[in-house]
Nanobody, 119 residues
Framework: QLQASGGGLAQSGCSLRLSCAAS????????MAWFRQAPGQERDTVAA????????YYTDSVKGRFTISRDNTKNTVYLQMDSLKPEDTAVYYC??????????????WGRGTKVTVSS
């Protein structure tokens, strides 16, 4: 089970940090990712992190602004979002166990957390 939190309302240029708490030891060895879905758009990969944290992936639009990390002692993955832009407004989802890392076939999904960035 994945539980995302940390969403909310932020002004453009500000920061938010999302957390995804995973239950079960299996997630310690699972690659994980954050996705987002804006209104009227498809769900897209934002960032992904390998199970040990040594490899990361970012979609081009968030490179240099977002940082994905994980703490396996806490079974938690984070998404630090800096320099937020209105176009980052979306519902953000965490996911685990991809069939093809970093973007495809995630088997487990958490409920989304909504991020709204005002200009």
């Amino acid at each position: 089970q994945l539980q995302a939190s940390g969403g909310g309302l932020a002004q453009s240029g500000c920061s938010l940090r999302l957390s995804c708490a995973a239950s079960g030891r299996a997630f310690i060895t699972s690659h994980m990712a954050w996705f987002r879905q804006a209104p009227g758009q498809e769900r897209d990969t934002v960032a992904a992190i390998s199970w040990g944290g040594s490899s990361t992936y970012y979609t081009d639009s968030v490179k240099g602004r977002f940082t994905i990390s994980r703490d396996n002692t806490k079974n938690t993955v984070y998404l630090q979002m800096d320099s937020l832009k209105p176009e980052d407004t979306a519902v953000y989802y965490c996911a685990a166990h991809p069939t093809t890392w970093p973007t495809d076939g995630y088997r487990y999904w958490g409920r989304g957390t909504k991020v709204t960035v005002s200009s």
